[in-house]
């Protein structure tokens, strides 16, 4: 099974929160990443946390970990269309990415 | 730096031919992945290189595939031949020695190839 869990999809609507979960089984990484990938194009850094944080915020970006229960969450405040894309959580000590969230933001 | 370079961006290619898919590092990074995206599988690991040599294939799917890396600067990946099961995105990835860092990977913007 995969290492890396994510749901698949998040539909919510232009200016609420989003929040986008994943569990890991790896507790060796010293970093947690989460990408971003819009249509067409490749996968891009959105931000990371250092495996011995519990927060990290970075303007409309929050980042959760739990490492106790293994658990990342990205939250986006004030989503916007734009921020429509396939959001990836990896731990790269293992190279291993989720399967993606597909986040869609109607207006 | 111009990034990760790949092409072709897109190869249509029928059943039975020998497709080759290309890639340039970021200058400098001492790993290179290539992972293949689908929406049955996510993304999934092929192979990577360290320092120019092969680390971890167990990711490629079958003996059709092969990947080389004969100089810092370029890396290939191989289907011979191509089969319509083939037919994913292609992503070619780089990164800094310490690959657990801050700055995680550095992705090219992909090869979609489709198999007819």
């Known amino acids: 099974g995969e290492d890396v869990e994510q749901s698949l999809f998040l539909s919510v609507r232009e200016g609420d929160s989003s929040v986008i979960n994943c569990t890991y089984t790896?507790?060796?990484?010293?970093?947690l990443y989460w990408y971003k990938q819009e249509p067409g194009a490749g996968l891009q850094l959105l931000t990371y946390?250092?495996?011995?944080?519990d927060m990290k915020q970075d303007q409309r970006l929050t980042v959760l970990l739990n490492k106790k229960d293994k658990h990342l969450s990205l939250r986006i405040a004030d989503t916007q269309t734009g921020d429509s894309a396939i959001y990836f959580c990896?731990?790269?000590?293992?190279?291993?990415f989720g399967a993606g969230t597909r986040l869609t933001v109607k207006p | 730096d111009a990034g990760v370079i790949q092409s072709p961006r897109h190869e249509v290619t029928e059943m039975g031919q020998e497709v080759t898919l290309r890639c340039k590092p970021i200058?400098?990074?001492?790993?290179l992945f290539w992972y293949r995206q689908t929406m049955m599988r996510g993304l999934e690991l092929l192979i990577y290189?360290?320092?120019?040599?092969?680390?971890?294939d167990s990711g490629m799917p079958e003996d059709r595939f092969s990947a080389k890396m004969p100089n810092a600067s370029f890396s290939t990946l191989k289907i011979q031949p191509s089969e319509p099961r083939d037919s994913a995105v292609y992503f070619c990835?780089?990164?800094?020695?310490?690959?657990?860092?801050?700055?995680?990977?550095?992705f090219g913007s992909g090869t979609r190839l489709t198999v007819v």
């Open positions: 990896a731990e790269l000590g293992d190279m291993r």
């Open positions: 946390i250092f495996s011995n944080m």
């Open positions: 990835a780089s990164s800094p020695s310490e690959w657990d860092s801050r700055g995680g990977y550095t």
């Open positions: 290189f360290n320092n120019n040599v092969p680390i971890d």
């Open positions: 200058s400098g990074h001492d790993y």
């Open positions: 790896d507790s060796s990484s010293t970093y």
